[in-house]
């Protein structure tokens, strides 16, 4: 698998960038300086923020992650609401294969996660065919460039690490695994050479950032005229200094040059 890491604030060269095709929130995100920090379970891969749990545990590590689980996914439940599903898990448990059991936790597993994290996706390359295609409207969108100096990503994104395995973790003990769980996903992936910055311990929401952290726009290869005259009107009303660039077709290859322009 490919290793991940940290996006140090001290190296100059980490620009990260994010890919959208014009509409309500990419206007949110350059006039306002908002960005929609997502819940796992909106991630279009449907393995994201999943692992292969195990559940070996004594009867005081289940009671204890139960009365957690509940008390994250329940707040305003009431005590006897509470107990009645600790209770339907525990009967439920008894019931359940394997396998079925396997699958709850995943699925109790991404809740939790829901609740209590939010994601903001972004890559290394801003000339990556696939993920113009994918992410930008088959090229009919933008790119959106960051410096990785400023808030909030001085907050140290986490490089995606890709495996063709799912991260192990012991389902009623989780810790530091829930971050691995969260960067981790198949090694089919790698081409996206993804990093993700995390709202963690918060509710998935919106997030401002620092006026100065939006550094460039780029144009898409095929972005019409009526769209990219409505996203310069964005960027002057945002009042940022980025700069404008225009994805190209390279002459002599298969790929993009971009090239700044007024």
């Known amino acids: 698998s490919l290793q991940g890491g940290n996006c140090s604030s001290k190296d100059s060269n980490c620009v990260l960038r994010g890919f959208h095709s014009p509409r309500y929130w990419t206007m949110r995100t350059i006039v306002e300086h908002e960005m929609y920090f997502a819940p796992p379970s909106r991630l279009n891969d449907p393995f994201d923020a999943r692992a292969y749990y195990t559940a070996e545990a004594d009867i005081e590590q289940i009671d204890r992650f139960l009365k957690q689980w509940i008390g994250k996914m329940m707040p305003d439940a009431s005590l006897q609401e509470k107990r009645r599903t600790y209770d339907d898990y525990l009967i439920g448990l008894a019931s359940m294969s394997n396998e079925e059991h396997e699958e709850r936790m995943n699925q109790i597993a991404l809740e939790a996660m829901d609740q209590v994290l939010g994601v903001y996706c972004m890559t290394e390359k801003n ?35 890709y495996s063709k395995e799912l991260p192990q973790s012991q389902f009623f003990d989780i810790k530091d695994e829930e971050r691995t769980v969260f960067y981790t996903k198949s090694i089919d992936w790698a081409y996206e050479e993804e990093w993700r910055l995390g709202r963690e311990h918060l509710s998935p929401g919106v997030e401002q950032f620092s006026q100065k952290a939006l550094t460039g726009v780029i144009f898409g290869l095929r972005i019409n005229d009526e769209d990219e005259a409505e996203v310069r009107k964005w960027v002057k009303q945002s009042k940022t200094k980025a700069k404008l660039y225009r994805a190209v077709r390279k002459k002599k290859e298969y790929g993009l040059d971009i090239v700044e322009i007024k």
């Open 127 to 161: 000339d990556n065919l696939l993920m113009w295609t994918h992410y930008a409207d088959n090229h009919s969108g933008i790119c959106l460039q960051f410096d990785s100096e400023e808030r909030p990503f001085k907050r140290y994104p986490q490089k995606v690490i």
